[in-house]
């Protein structure tokens, strides 16, 4: 068997395996996730407030940005926030769909007697063409819910008590983007802001965009920051502490398998580097 073909073994193996039997290991520390656990704990909503987030990813960085999308939308359905959701991006249509509607049922298999409906818990603004032009109106607008009118499914927002009246954007309390695209976020930063208010901002990322996204948080334009899928396991455990019966298990493999298909490439590395050094020393070339 070619060494190419060992390794793809042994990588299949590496990210498999955990899934099989079902095992997982506790993630590590992060505490950029913990302080957007903390931001979002901390976020007090009156009657016509709410949060908004951007799910702006498709199925190409669904393994990371999925995860982040719910732990971020669990702990505002926990804590009773509405939230609307949009996107820039239209191959995240069905993500705005399936995702909370995901969130609620498992918090109502949870907590029997407890229901987070479709508009009461969240509405789907979709997909919104015109990316930071689109954010500049609705920033500008008088009044959200006459400038976003209606939900995916057709149905005026004034349909919907927690967003009938909502006013302008200074109602939005909290702003949460999770993408994996370039330039994505850079729209909610540059133009989700306007004289007299500037949003509080949680982001989640791929792993390759951690270094631009660190950039945001030391400034203080970014409160808070899920990295990877590494980012949203720990924000999971975090919220477990608070919550114990959340059942986090399936994300917590997931990072695991990913941790160790990590180590045997780095173990590879390490392996294709010694490997001839001790070739040439055994023939007495070094």
Known sequence: MGGRRIIYLLMIFAVAAPIIVGFSQRPSRL???????E?????????????????????NTTAENEP????LLEHLFRRRIPVILLSQYQQS???LESIPRKV????????PGQHWRYGEAWINGGFRPGSGIFIQSMVSAPDLTKFLG???????????????SLGGVERVKLVGEITGLVGVFDNIIQFLQKDGYRPTIVHG??????????????????????????GAAWYSEVIKRAYPESDNKKLLVTNTSLGLAHL??????????????????RRGDG
């Open 39 to 59: 931001v979002v704990e901390s976020v007090r909503i009156e009657p016509g407030e709410v949060a908004l987030v951007w799910l702006d990813f498709g199925p």
């Open 264 to 281: 045997v490439l780095i173990l590879l590395i390490v392996f294709g580097n010694v490997a001839p050094l001790m070739k040439k020393f």
């Open 93 to 95: 249509e069905r993500f």
């Open 31 to 37: 505490q950029s996730a913990e302080r957007m656990y």
């Open 68 to 71: 982040q999308a719910t732990v």
């Open 150 to 164: 209606r939900d995916v499914q057709g149905m005026p927002l004034t349909h919907y008590p927690n967003f009938a």
């Open 205 to 230: 990322c791929t792993s390759i965009t951690i270094p631009e996204a660190y950039i945001f948080l030391d400034s203080g334009q970014l409160k808070g920051l899920l990295e990877g899928i590494a």
């Open 104 to 111: 609620a049922k498992r918090l109502e298999r949870e907590m």
